[in-house]
């Protein structure tokens, strides 16, 4: 079973700020996407095949890693940035990286 | 721009199944794959399970043993049916539109399982 790890568990920053989240496989991977998660809301893909950015995404996200580690970058924190991030594997399984928060400093 | 919206019951009691529509607007369910995601209470994400157009299913090997998504094309509607619920399936369900990665989700809605 390939299970995902995301750190750090939170990221405390302020706007502006450039935000690096990780996540890693316990083995290698070859489909992975990142998803942006506001309070009360339902996730938003951001990143799908390691580094293409969503329809209408920022450029300021941005997705690249290979193997087993993979790392998410917010170049310039936006406000509406801080919120909850998760990796998922794709492919063979689907599986979620249990997040990362990333809140204002 | 294609929307999903669930619907069904908000709350179950242990033992009995969990029901749950999934309305699409905007667009055709009949192309793409088209899956079920939940999530408990302030914890992560967890896949379900997925029904191509086609009727083709894919399930999460830790609940297959309980779960069953069916499409009703004609209603441009897909469903959840997942039996013999605890507490631990209390969660917010999402439908998303997708069998690998995710694009397009509904709101979601929170079932909750107690007597």
């Known amino acids: 079973e390939i299970v995902l790890t995301q750190s750090p568990g939170t990221l405390s920053l302020s706007p502006g700020e450039r935000a690096t989240l990780s996540c890693r496989a316990n083995?290698?991977?070859?489909?992975l996407a990142w998803y942006q998660q506001r309070p009360g809301q339902a996730p938003r893909l951001l990143i799908y095949?390691?580094?293409t950015r969503a329809t209408g995404v920022p450029d300021r996200f941005s997705g690249r890693g290979s193997g087993t580690d993979f790392t998410l970058t917010i170049s310039r924190l936006e406000p509406e940035d801080f919120a909850v991030y998760y990796c998922?594997?794709?492919?063979?399984?689907?599986?979620f990286g249990p997040g990362t928060k990333v809140d204002i400093k | 721009q294609v929307q999903l919206q669930e619907s069904g019951p908000r709350l179950v009691k242990p033992s009995e199944t969990l029901s749950l529509t999934c309305t699409v607007s905007?667009?055709?369910?009949?192309?793409?794959?088209w899956s079920w995601i939940r999530q408990p209470p302030g914890k992560g994400l967890e896949w379900i399970g997925y029904?191509?157009?086609?009727?083709?299913?894919h399930y999460s090997p830790s609940l297959e043993s309980r779960v069953t998504i069916s499409l009703e094309t004609s209603k441009n509607q897909f469903s959840l049916n997942l039996t013999s619920v605890t507490a631990a399936d209390t969660a917010v369900y999402y439908c998303?539109?997708?069998?690998?990665?995710?694009?397009?989700w509904g709101q979601g809605t929170l079932v909750t399982v107690s007597s």
């Open positions: 083995q290698s991977i070859s489909y």
């Open positions: 905007g667009g055709s369910i009949s192309t793409f794959y």
């Open positions: 998303a539109r997708g069998g690998g990665r995710f694009d397009t």
């Open positions: 095949g390691v580094s």
């Open positions: 998922q594997l794709y492919g063979d399984s689907r599986t």
């Open positions: 029904i191509y157009y086609i009727g083709s299913t």
